[in-house]
């Protein structure tokens, strides 16, 4: 069981683990254990979701979900199988947090007149420097 939220929480059969070779930390090891932990949510088809936190999970995880609505997490960091398991459900319990997280309303900013006619006096007072390095105009040519 992964505890997301209070509210909410990922039983363990709608988790699939698979292992494979890691190329991280581990020596020789590396060649022999598999050691990288994937682990597969499959979110379009949960139970423990309701309608709209999927819907708010598949808007704001879509580059991180696959077309069949599979979310893939992959640890490979420390040595052994265990460890990178934890990793790989703590990053998917982070995910998931984040993504079902109230986002604040954005309040757009007014930008004070003052700011604008500095930012318009500095650019007047640059063109002039600009102009002046240009020399004189020869007028007999």
Do not use: C, Y
Request: aromatic share 2%; net charge positive.
């Amino acid at each position: 069981m992964v505890q997301v939220l209070a509210h909410l929480e990922i039983p363990d059969d709608e988790l699939e683990f698979a292992t494979s070779r890691s190329s991280g930390p581990g020596g020789q090891n590396v060649n022999k254990v598999n050691t990288r932990v994937t682990v597969l949510f499959d979110v379009g088809h949960s139970s423990a979701l309701t309608d709209e936190q999927r819907d708010l999970l598949l808007a704001r995880l879509g580059g991180r979900i696959s077309r069949a609505g599979v979310l893939r997490v992959v640890s490979q960091r420390h040595r052994t199988q265990l460890a990178n398991r934890e990793a790989a459900l703590e990053r998917l319990a982070e995910l998931l947090r984040q993504a079902l997280a109230e986002q604040p309303e954005r309040v757009p900013v007014k930008i004070p007149a003052a700011v604008t006619a500095r930012r318009l006096e500095e650019k007047r007072q640059r063109g002039a420097v600009k102009k002046e390095r240009s020399g004189p105009i020869d007028m007999d040519e």
